[in-house]
C-alpha cells in the first residue's frame, strides 16, 4: 500500500469477529502492521491502534433512546466494542471507526444516534453499496488525502446526529447534510461513515488506501 512501511513488531486490534472482518485485515496486513481480531482489552493493551468495523446498529439505550428504527442490534458486543474504545480512548491508542465504528466513537463520547436517517434511501445498501457525492473541510486531515469532494460507498440507513465530546465533522453530504467523517479535536480518533475497505476505484475514481496510510501515521506517531 502506498505510504505504508513495514512495521513488522506492531499490531492493529479489530474489535469484532472474525467471520466479518476479512477485508479489515487484509488492509492492516497491506499497511505492513499485524491484524488482532479481538474483544479483549486484555490483547488491545499490546497493540497500537484499534479499528471499531462496519456491522449492524447499536442498542439505542447506550444513547439515552428506546427503539424506534434500530436492527440488526447485538447489544453483547456493543458492550465489548464500547468497552475497547474506552481502553484506547483512556490510553491514547489511535482508533479508527469505520461505518458502526464511526457512531460507536460518537456514542462512547456521549453522541447520539438518527435510528433511521430521514434520507436513509440514498444512503443505505440495496443490492450493494450506493455511491454519493461528499464535501470535505479544507482544514482536515482528509482534504490533502482527497481534496475538497470525494464519491464515498454508503450502505446505512442510521446516521450521527448531536456530537460527542470534543468531535468535530470534517466531512458530509451536500444533499441532506449527512455526517460522513469525523476527528477529534485533541486526541487521535478518527472515523468515517463509508467503507474504505471495500471502495471501488471505478466508482469511486480513488481508494480507500490514502485513509488506512493516514490512520498507519497516526499509530505509529503515537507508538
Known amino acids: 500500500m502506498r505510504g505504508c512501511k513495514n512495521m513488522p513488531d506492531m499490531q492493529i486490534a479489530i474489535a469484532g469477529k472474525k467471520s466479518e472482518t476479512k477485508n479489515y485485515t487484509a488492509y492492516v496486513e497491506k499497511c505492513g502492521f499485524t491484524p488482532l481480531v479481538t474483544l479483549n482489552t486484555g490483547d488491545i493493551a499490546h497493540c497500537q491502534g484499534l479499528i471499531l468495523p462496519g456491522g449492524g446498529d447499536i442498542t439505542p439505550a447506550f444513547f439515552g433512546e428506546k427503539n424506534h428504527g434500530s436492527k ?3 447489544t453483547e458486543l456493543d458492550i465489548l466494542q ?3 474504545f474506552d481502553y484506547c480512548l483512556r490510553n491514547r491508542i489511535p482508533v479508527l471507526g469505520i461505518c458502526k465504528g464511526i457512531q460507536l466513537i460518537n456514542v462512547g463520547l456521549g453522541g447520539s444516534i438518527y435510528q433511521h436517517f430521514p434520507s436513509a434511501e440514498r444512503h443505505c445498501c440495496l443490492s450493494g453499496d450506493q455511491y454519493h457525492n461528499t464535501t470535505i473541510q479544507k482544514d482536515s486531515f482528509l482534504y490533502p488525502l482527497y481534496g475538497s469532494h470525494m464519491p464515498v460507498n454508503s450502505a446505512h440507513h442510521q446516521a450521527l446526529k ?3 465530546s470534543g468531535l468535530k465533522a470534517i466531512q458530509w453530504c451536500p ?3 449527512c455526517i ?3 476527528c477529534h479535536e485533541s486526541l487521535p480518533l478518527i472515523g468515517v461513515q463509508w467503507h474504505p475497505e471495500r471502495l471501488d476505484e471505478n466508482r469511486a475514481k480513488t ?7 493516514y ?3 497516526l499509530v505509529q506517531a503515537y507508538a
Open 72 to 74: 440488526n442490534i447485538d
Open 82 to 84: 464500547l468497552q475497547s
Open 162 to 164: 448531536e456530537l460527542g
Open 175 to 177: 444533499e441532506d447534510s
Open 180 to 182: 460522513e467523517a469525523l
Open 207 to 213: 481508494s480507500g488506501e490514502a485513509l488506512f496510510s
Open 215 to 217: 490512520f498507519a501515521s
